[in-house]
């Protein structure tokens, strides 16, 4: 991606001063875990602009306080297994840009999502064992059925970089996401790879 140059009556100032690509993973509400891929850019030193796909699993948010999973064991090594929802998420997001430090900066954004995810469903059921020596198993006291969802959602986030060369950093931040299936909240921490306009250290 070529950077757009403004030139100035003081000299030349870059229209975009950082872009990055980032892979994130984190963790949040409804015991949630969570991966993203997103592309960032800073924009005159004072705005900036996120495209982010991010993908979670999560307890369902209408989950029975009695639930119970399905346990046992195979080959004598125990299991468990927990019905989750996943949610897929691509937001369009943008904001401020804050200078904290020489290579240290932060970001707060707003936006839109476009959100698919899955509905559950629960309905009690009974209890049944079964024992075959080397594996048993005992079902869940509800059984489940899920339903794919999509809509539209609200997307805000927070974070904060530290560019520790030229070309890579770190970061860790929080974000939120209201929409009518599921509305996560949750925390990631990061690894950015780009164009981080980084400052040379100014030797006196």
């Known amino acids: 991606m070529s950077l757009a140059i403004i030139t100035t009556a003081t000299g030349q100032t870059k229209t975009i001063n950082k872009f990055y690509l980032q892979g994130s993973a984190g963790g949040g ?36 306080a009695d639930y119970q999973g399905e ?4 080959f004598f090594i125990p299991y468990t297994y927990d019905v989750d929802a996943t949610m897929s998420l691509v937001s369009l997001t943008a904001g401020r840009y804050f200078k904290l430090g020489r290579n240290t900066w932060a970001t ?59 070309f890579m ?5 929080f974000f ?10 949750g925390f990631h921490v990061k690894l950015l790879v780009g164009g981080m306009g980084r400052e040379k250290k100014i030797r006196k």
């Open 169 to 173: 950093g770190l970061g860790a931040g």
């Open 29 to 64: 509400t409804h015991e949630s875990a969570s991966y993203d891929f997103s592309m960032q850019a800073i924009i005159k030193n004072k705005w900036s602009a996120t495209l982010s796909y991010q993908e979670l699993s999560m307890t369902p948010k209408n989950q029975p």
């Open 108 to 166: 707060t954004e707003a936006g839109l999502s476009y959100v698919s995810g899955e509905k559950v469903s629960f309905q009690h059921s009974q209890v049944t064992s079964t024992n075959v020596i080397i594996a048993a198993s005992t079902s869940s006291n509800y059984s489940t059925t899920k339903e794919n969802k999509s809509g539209v959602g609200f997307m805000m986030k927070t974070d904060v970089n530290w560019a520790f060369s030229s």
């Open 71 to 74: 346990t046992g064991y195979v």
């Open 176 to 185: 939120a996401n209201i929409n009518s299936i599921q509305s996560p909240i």
